[in-house]
């Protein structure tokens, strides 16, 4: 999946107090490497939250930026068709929110 606020767990208010949000992720073509994406920061400028930061895991337990970036992942929910007619789908049938976030995370 994309980078995406949606990934904290714990309620909405948690990720609403914070004042900056970010992820890692492993790097998919070097084990030593992570990404570290800005999901939120209250006053950074959009160019900085677009693309990830490639970092390098030292033998020393640290991160150094190797000055690479990376692009945004495609596959984001609100462009997702498959996803969208599945909600759609379980909403018809009557279940609630909670029934369908289950339902997909099962699927």
Do not use: C
């Not at 890692?24 to 990404?35: T, V």
């Amino acid at each position: 999946m994309s980078p995406s606020k949606d990934s904290i767990i714990g309620s909405q208010s948690f990720e609403a107090k914070m004042r900056v949000v970010l992820e890692l992720r492993q790097n998919k073509s070097n084990e030593k490497q992570k990404e570290m994406w800005v999901l939120k920061s209250n006053f950074l400028e959009p160019k900085y939250k677009n693309r990830s930061y490639v970092l390098e895991f030292t033998d020393s337990l640290t991160f150094n930026n190797t000055g690479h970036r990376t692009s945004k992942q495609s596959g984001a929910k609100s462009n997702n068709l498959e996803l969208i007619n599945k909600v759609l789908e379980y909403h018809k049938k009557g279940l609630s929110y909670r029934q369908i976030e289950d339902k997909l995370k099962t699927s």
